[in-house]
């Protein structure tokens, strides 16, 4: 599991690489309650940003998943890299 600071890292990258800028009350809420998994933890910062994870188009979900997986594995946690298959088939 990702510590707090971890968690600011892992946002700040995903707010340079992908877009994805919480607002502090937003990030405030991911370190208070860390998501367990990457995949929770994706579908949290597209639910933070208003996007239901499950119509996201497939690239940017996956984009930003990859992104979170490099990530926890980088810290020691594992990470299952498999995505749901409810994701938009649209690249």
């Given at each position: 599991?990702?510590?707090?600071?971890?968690?600011?890292?892992?946002?700040?990258?995903?707010?340079?690489?992908?877009?994805?800028?919480?607002?502090?009350?937003?990030?405030?809420?991911?370190?208070?309650?860390?998501?367990?998994?990457?995949t929770a933890?994706?579908?949290?910062?597209?639910?933070?940003?208003?996007?239901?994870?499950?119509?996201?188009?497939?690239?940017?979900?996956r984009g930003?998943?990859?992104?979170?997986?490099?990530?926890?594995?980088?810290?020691?946690?594992?990470?299952?890299?498999?995505?749901?298959?409810?994701?938009?088939?649209?690249?």
């Amino acid at each position: 599991m990702l510590t707090p600071m971890e968690v600011l890292w892992l946002l700040d990258k995903l707010c340079v690489d992908a877009g994805f800028c919480l607002s502090p009350e937003e990030k405030a809420k991911l370190q208070a309650s860390v998501p367990a998994d990457p995949t929770a933890f994706t579908d949290a910062v597209f639910l933070a940003e208003g996007l239901k994870p499950e119509l996201a188009e497939r690239r940017l979900y996956r984009g930003v998943h990859d992104t979170v997986v490099k990530f926890w594995r980088q810290r020691g946690c594992e990470a299952d890299d498999v995505v749901s298959n409810n994701r938009r088939s649209q690249s």
